[in-house]
């Protein structure tokens, strides 16, 4: 799992860049358990498909409910609910990373033979 958040980090272009959801690539859960990755936010905007094409939309955010609504743009009187994890933002906590690697290799015993 070290690896996949160091693959993760090297395919970011800035450390300080948030993520979406779908870069994590089925880590997530993994990483927010962890406290590698931290919630930073939330899309505010959102391009839904609309017929032949897709349109930009204000969403609402419900953190209570753990969701976000928007107006469908194909059926006014329509409200979209879905959960707030599909459009959550994350940054990186790569200190709480290191420090966890730092563990590791210390309970490693390395033994010196010297000549």
Same mark, same amino acid.
């Given at each position: 799992?070290?690896?996949?958040?160091?693959?993760?980090?090297?395919?970011?272009?800035?450390?300080?860049?948030?993520?979406?959801?779908?870069?994590?690539?089925?880590?997530?859960?993994?990483?927010?358990?962890?406290?590698?990755?931290?919630?930073?936010?939330?899309?505010?905007?959102?391009?839904?498909?609309?017929?032949?094409?897709?349109?930009?939309? $204000?969403? $609402?955010?419900?953190?209570?409910?753990?969701?976000?609504?928007?107006?469908?743009?194909?059926?006014?009187?329509?409200?979209?609910?879905?959960?707030?994890?599909?459009?959550?933002?994350?940054?990186?906590?790569?200190?709480?990373?290191?420090?966890?690697?730092?563990?590791?290799?210390?309970?490693?015993?390395?033994?010196? $033979?010297?000549?």
């Amino acid at each position: 799992m070290h690896a996949e958040y160091l693959r993760l980090l090297e395919r970011s272009p800035r450390v300080s860049d948030l993520l979406g959801a779908q870069q994590l690539r089925g880590r997530m859960q993994d990483f927010l358990v962890r406290r590698w990755l931290v919630t930073a936010g939330y899309q505010t905007h959102l391009l839904v498909p609309v017929r032949d094409g897709h349109e930009d939309v $204000e969403v $609402e955010i419900d953190k209570d409910a753990g969701v976000f609504r928007y107006w469908s743009p194909g059926r006014k009187s329509c409200v979209v609910s879905r959960p707030l994890s599909e459009i959550a933002l994350y940054a990186f906590n790569v200190d709480v990373w290191l420090d966890e690697l730092t563990d590791v290799f210390g309970s490693m015993s390395f033994r010196v $033979e010297t000549a």
